[in-house]
Every structure is written in C-alpha cells, then in structure tokens.
C-alpha cells in the first residue's frame, strides 16, 4: 500500500471518528440515557422493563433424568460441589462417582438434551455402561477447583509429612459417599468410582480407608508417580511439554488463565528459552505453587516418594476389587497403571480383587473409539469391546443387586501385532495361562547389528555419534503443536508415529536385526542395559525398541517401511548412582545404564526386523540435558550447553542390551 494514500485514509478515519464521538449521547449502565440539553439541564429517557426474568426456571418434564446441583460439607466444613444425575423412575440404583478438576457442571453438560446420553457424550462417552446400565452419575469438583470451596493443591498428598491438614482425596472422597448414600433416595446404597488421568488418580485415593459403601474402583491411565515416570519427570528429565497444564490448572479456580502462543513451531520456543526455568520465568509460572515446588524437587527425593501412590498403596489393606485400566501407547500417564497393579497384586492372595486390562490405546481412548490409533488398524473397536465386554460386566457384579458374576479374567490384554485379546491368569504369564515369559537379551552388535547372540571378541568395541544441544533430536516431525492443544494429532500419537525420520539422523544410532522368519512374542517391560560413555559429565539416554514393518505392505502402503514404536523411554545420566542425589559422570569413560521400558504386549512378525534407536535428547517433550553437569538443569545457563561425544560399546565385558520379556511355552521353548 502506497505510504500518500495510507496517511489520507487514516487522516479521514481519525475526523469521521473525531466528529462521532463529539455528537453521541453518553450511555447509562441502568438503560437510561442523557445528554447535553438546554443549558446543563439533563434529558432522561424512560426505561422499558428488561425481558429476562430475575430467575428462571427450566421446564423438564420430558427429561429422562433429574439433574441435582449439590454442595456436600466435608469433616473441616469445607463443601464439595457436586452434580447428581439421576435417571427417572430409577429405584435400587447403584451410583458412578467420579471426581475431578475439570469443572464437574461442564463435564455433565456437553449438550443441551432431554435424555442422559448426550449430554454426557464428549466426556464419558460411554453410554453403554452409564445409560443403558441404569446408572446414578456423580461429578465433582476437588476441593479448590471450580464450583467447589477450598484450597487447591495438585494431586494433594495424603496426610503426613507432606499435608499437616486433616482433610485428603481420601477423606473427601468418604465424606463424599458417606453423604450420597443417605440422600440420594433412588439408590442401592452402593458406590462405584471411577475416572481417567488425574480423574484416575482419585480412584487410588478412594482405596485408602474406603467407606463402606465404595464397592469397586475403576483407575484408568492414573497419575501415580510424576518423577519416575507419569506428567512431570521421567527417570530424572523434565516434561517440558506439561508446563502449560501446570500453568492452566493451579493459575486460577476455574481454569480461565490460559497459557498462550509465541511461536507456531514450540520447537523454536523452547530453544529460544534456553531452559525450562527461564521458560517459566518468562511466562510468570513462579506464582503458581506447583512449579516452585518442581523447581525445589528436580530429584527423587521425599517429596516425590511420599506421594508415589503404588508405594502408598503397597502399604494399605486391599479391601476393595480394583480394575486397572493400561493403555500401550499412553502419551501422558504410562507408568502409572503398572506400577499400582505391581505394588497390589501380591495382596490379591485369592484372585478375586485386582483386575488389569491393558489395551491398544493412547492416554483415555478407552472411552473413545478404539478402532485405529494413527497409521495402526485393530480390526474391531476394541475400546466398545472393553467398555461393553470387560467394564459393564465388571461394574455390574459388584454394584448391581442380583447381577450375574462377570466373566473377566484376572488380566485381559490386547496383544498387538496379531491385534488379539488375551485373557491370562497373571501379567507378565506365568506359566499358568500356558505361557510363561522368559528374560532374554537382545544385543547391540558390531556393525549395528542386533542379535540375539552376544558380542564376539576382536570386533568393533562401540558405536559414536555426537550429541548437540543446539540441534536436539525432536520427539515427533516439526512443526511441533502439542502445548495447549489436547486434541493435537502430533500429541496424542506421537507413541505411534513413524520413527524414520529419527532414524536418518547422524546423532542417532541404529541397530536392525535380520528379517525375521519366526514370531518373536514380548509380554511385559523390557529392559535397557547400556555400557556407554559421554565426552561431557552429565548425559541422557534414550532407548527405543521398534518394531520395522516389511518394505511394503498390502492394502495399508503407508505402513510400508514403518518405524513402530513398542516401548521407549529416557534416563538422566546424573542419577545412575543414585535417584536422590544426583553427581556428574566421569568423562569419556564407560559407565553402565539400567532402565526399565514400558509395559508392551506384542508379537513381531515374520517378516519384520527388529529394531533399537539410542539417542541422548528428545526434544522438547523433554528438556535439554547441557551435557555439562550443573547443580540444576532448570537453570543451566546458555555457556553450559556443550556438544558430547557419545559411545555405545558392545563388547565381550562390556555388552550392550535390551532384556525382552519373552514368551516361551512349554511345548516350544522360543528359539529366536
């Protein structure tokens, strides 16, 4: 636009302007307006009566349920709001309680309908077990957030050490059914909870001193514990990608302040940054009271083991039948399903109080559709197939007067690969099911070779490759947009996405085993061993066991050539001698790494090739590692970024490997 002709038409808008403002009449906030007349004497305008009424009342009596808005008083006074969703004409009913900080009333309102189902889908989506079963649904608001009194504190600790308050989830949760089964005259007097995420953490804290009345309690892809393996940390480094959630969640009660964008690319954002802590100084993160105290906590140390719920509930009576429900490729909460059903399962002596299900999903597509997760195909909708099969039979049993005994082994398992249900007495098999697992090492090789034989003496004694925090290794294809978009394909499968591209780069190292000519079967948590060394004194590691789909593959082409991801995970080299106190490595020397990947249940095919990436920065999912030991990475500081050469040695005394978890059976024992 010419520069003559912008300075006459904003010169013209300025005088139209100029002359409105000097003419209109100047506006009351009571509907009555004045202006200017003879001399300084007013004119007042008659005000019309308003058409909204003070208080109006919906007219529902062709709903099929009664909606409640209650606030319950808990032990210290504090109340809890809670909406009651009742079916009509319901009598004998057994109630779903479910617990959160996501705003109960718009959680129960997705829709404006006459009948239930609507307007729960979009949140339980799953009216096969709420609907159809005849239900009561309960949500509420922790304390703190939203509709509900009192203060706000993230995954609030049990009483103790880390809470000198008498209230808890626990308490609250108690006090909560305490006070539904005495006023809600349509039920059976029992109480189901139930909930996904952070609304999957408090089915965990109903288990310690459950009221009577709580028969079941169903977690689903629960925050457990944040340092070792949930939101914040994994194994030492820091989610970076979850500060925008700590921000929107603690900022205010009702969620409102929101975190906002400054690049369209989050990969540059964080670069530009530096570090997460003076992204969170930028951003004013520091007034909220969850991020001070991750600051003050980078390892894993009393604040973070008190409140590690399996180790909680390790120490608890199991008085309540538990569902614990796992998904494969959850993004978000992966260690936490595991760990609960590991710290509880030795309790259940007689088989008949901890149950696991472990589907194909990402975090909470068990109450979504199931059918596909990014490029992979289940062949059914294996998340209607949990819901109906598995989660309403289950429900049913135990709160339902006179309803049959569900048919659910103590374990269902998804088996991708072959995309089939198992159905098992024990996770990992035990033997019990006719199948058993058997440790096994697959080896990093010479040559970058994988093999399940051990490395041979006079070969290549380790791989190199140079690790620069100026060009980290993004987690997923850039442009990166996950912070503040839920709903963000490269963030909810990101677990699933093609990891060729990882594969390609020179700071990456590949070992790839021969095509396979038999199915070679995993059933648990692989193990990663690396002998490794760092030309720097503080390193990350990130181990990756893939699965590599055949060149080409008919009726699915662009699975041609796939990199699957089955189990992955990173460790803060600082913490290999101890999780607490961290300490700088020694240069250039090989030192040894263990760590424990995600739970996989998973057959390679025939055909297929196994591969493992090892790389030292995934970014920014986590956050760089200067590769320069500092007392705090949160505050590293520009000059303590530093490139590192990095070696993985397979060499006779000093292998190596990935432990698989593999499945033998007593006719075979599995020759891979």
């Known amino acids: 636009m010419r520069p003559n002709y912008c300075f006459r038409h904003l010169t013209f808008i300025s005088a139209v302007m100029g002359a409105l403002v000097f003419v209109s009449p100047v506006q009351s906030g009571t509907g009555e307006a004045s202006r200017p ?57 057994p109630i779903l309680l479910t617990r959160t900080p996501y705003d109960a009333t718009a959680l129960t309102t997705h829709n404006e309908s006459a009948h239930l189902g609507p307007i729960l889908s979009g949140y339980d989506n799953a009216t096969e077990v709420i609907v159809e079963g005849g239900y009561i649904r309960v949500v509420q608001d922790v304390r703190g957030k939203h509709g509900s009194e009192g203060d706000y504190l993230m995954n609030r600790p049990l009483r103790g050490p880390l ?73 030492g480094a820091f989610r970076e990608q979850n500060m925008t959630y700590i921000y929107e969640q603690e900022a205010a009660r009702d969620s409102k302040i929101k975190w906002w964008t400054s690049h369209f690319d989050e990969y540059e954002m964080f670069m530009q940054a530096g570090s997460a802590g003076e992204l969170g100084r930028r951003r004013g993160l520091e007034q909220v009271g969850f991020w001070r105290k ?111 005994r569900a048919d659910v082994l103590p374990v269902t398992a998804f088996e991708t690969g072959t995309n089939t249900w198992r159905r098992l007495d024990a996770w990992p098999p035990d033997g019990t099911s006719g199948s058993a697992v058997r440790p096994t090492p697959l080896y990093l090789n010479a040559a970058l070779k994988l093999s399940f034989t051990a490395p041979r003496p006079g070969e290549s004694p380790f791989e190199e490759f140079v690790s620069d925090p100026a060009k980290p290794v993004p987690f997923v294809a850039r442009p990166i947009r996950v912070m503040g978009s839920d709903n963000a ?101 090989p030192l040894s790494y263990t760590f424990t990947l995600p739970a996989a249940n998973h057959v390679f095919l025939p055909g297929h090739r196994i591969m493992v990436q090892v790389q030292s920065s995934w970014f920014p999912l ?24 990095q070696r993985i040695y397979h060499e006779p005394g000093r292998a190596s490997f990935v432990e698989l978890p593999l499945v033998v059976t007593p006719q075979t024992a599995q020759q891979p």
């Not at 000198?164 to 949760?173: G, I, K, N």
């Not at 009221?211 to 994994?234: C, E, I, R, T």
């Open 163 to 235: 809470n000198q308050t008498p209230v808890d989830h626990s308490t609250d949760t108690y006090d909560t059914i305490d006070w539904l089964v005495k006023n809600i005259p349509e039920s059976n007097g029992k109480v189901g909870i139930l909930g996904i995420s952070y609304d999957g953490f408090l089915p965990l804290m109903a288990l310690v001193n459950p009221h009577p009345a709580l028969k079941v309690s169903v977690p689903m892809n629960p925050m457990v514990d944040g340092w070792m393996g949930d939101d914040w940390f994994h194994n």
């Open 489 to 589: 394909p490269n963030w909810t499968r990101w677990l699933v996405s093609d990891q060729r591209e990882a594969s390609g780069r020179p700071d990456v190292v590949v070992f790839v085993s021969d095509l396979l000519a038999a199915p070679v079967k995993i059933s648990g948590q692989p193990v990663a061993h690396l002998v490794a060394s760092t030309s720097g004194t503080d390193s990350d590691w990130v181990v990756k066991l893939i699965d590599v789909h055949p060149d080409e593959v008919a009726g699915q082409p662009e699975l041609g050539g796939y990199q699957l991801m089955i189990s992955a995970d990173i460790f803060r080299g600082r913490y290999r001698e101890s999780l607490e106190t961290p300490g700088p490595l020694a240069p250039n020397e």
């Open 294 to 404: 991750i600051l003050e906590h980078p390892s894993y140390d009393a604040f973070w083991r008190d409140q590690a719920v399996d180790k909680l509930l390790a120490s608890q009576p199991l008085n309540v039948p538990v569902m614990i429900v796992h998904s494969l490729w959850d993004q978000e909460d992966i260690y936490g399903a595991i760990a609960v059903y590991k710290a509880i399962e030795p309790k259940d002596v007689h088989n008949d109080k901890v149950f696991l299900v472990m589907g194909p999903w990402r975090h909470g597509q068990e109450i979504r559709d199931g059918s596909s997760l990014g490029a992979l195909r289940f062949d059914s909708d294996t998340a209607l197939y949990f819901r109906r099969q598995i989660l309403r039979p289950f429900l049913d049993q135990y709160l339902k007067d006179g309803a049959p």
């Open 622 to 645: 986590y956050d760089r590692n200067p590769q320069r030991f500092v007392p705090s990475i949160f505050w590293a500081k520009p000059e303590d970024y530093q490139r590192a050469t």
């Open 37 to 93: 007349a003879d001399g300084d004497r007013p004119v007042t305008y008659p005000n019309l009566p308003s058409e909204t009424p003070a208080t109006f009342e919906p007219v529902t009596e062709s709903y099929d349920y009664v909606r409640r808005d209650v606030m319950i008083p808990m032990r210290d006074g504090v109340k809890l709001h809670t909406v009651l969703l009742v079916p009509k004409g319901a009598r004998g009913a």
